[in-house]
């Protein structure tokens, strides 16, 4: 399998590219609209074809461009089925596995910090990666307070999903604020201070309620964009206008 992490600064998001070295297919987790042709480009120049755009759920601080993708590159739309996203290609349920080429992505549904939420599970012979979306994160979690989250269901969700899988598990985050880019499942149940050492649930809950965090500043236009699978609303200020340009240069993972 060919593996890469790339980053996306604005956002802080990590976008990965799996890609089966047979087929010479590619797909692209959580890809960002304005890295899509940094991210084109990079799979143009390893000979690889898009086949498909995955994510892991309805971001609130970033625009997917995996509308952009399928115009640009006739690459189909992945999404988690429960959200019932109109322009989907294939809708992706828990516990069927999504396959590509001799790449085989199993989907863990994962709800809590959105209520549609699924991570993917990869086994490719010589490691286990489990890409997280924004349920597990290094050390951290996602928050819980907006678009239907819920701490009980995210701390049941981690536990019974992910803290379940063996702990030598990589695990690679949709977002690193701190540029890191990798963890374990077993170190995340050990070192994590939310979820870690066997924290009860009414203690995590306490924890997610006093965290205080601010609105998110793109929610209201990021939402609806990415209802729509990537579109970017007329009506973004000024300020905000990064969030959907194209970048010249960007960080890389």
């Not at 994510?55 to 959200?83: C, F, K, N, Q, Y």
Request: aromatic share 8%.
């Amino acid at each position: 399998m060919i593996f890469r992490q790339l980053f996306e600064p604005i956002s802080s998001t990590y976008t990965y590219l799996l890609a089966c070295e047979d087929t010479g297919q590619a797909l692209l987790i959580d890809p960002v609209l304005p890295t899509w042709e940094r991210d084109l480009g990079i799979i143009n120049e390893l000979k690889l074809k898009l086949a498909f755009t995955l994510d892991t759920h309805i971001h609130a601080d970033h625009i997917t461009s995996a509308l952009t993708l399928r115009r640009e590159a006739g690459s189909r739309i992945a999404h988690p089925g429960v959200d019932k996203l109109p322009c989907v290609d294939i809708e992706i349920e828990d516990g069927k596995p999504f396959e590509m080429g001799s790449i085989r992505l199993d989907p863990l549904f994962t709800p809590g910090h959105t209520d549609g939420h699924h991570a993917y599970r990869v086994q490719d012979g010589l490691s286990d990666r489990v890409f997280s979306g924004d349920a597990l994160l290094i050390e951290a979690c996602g928050r819980t307070d907006f678009q239907n989250g819920d701490a009980r269901t995210l701390y049941r969700s981690i536990h019974d999903k992910l803290f379940s899988l063996p702990d030598d598990s990589l695990v690679f985050p949709a977002h690193d604020y701190e540029g890191r880019r990798v963890t374990s499942i077993g170190q995340e149940k050990i070192r994590n201070p939310r979820l870690g050492n066997d924290k009860p649930l009414d203690e995590f809950v306490r924890i997610m309620e006093e965290m205080d965090l601010a609105y998110p500043k793109f929610i209201d236009y990021a939402v609806p964009g990415n209802r729509q699978c990537g579109v970017c609303p007329p009506d973004v200020p000024e300020h905000l206008e990064q969030y959907c340009a194209e970048m010249q240069e960007s960080l890389q993972g």
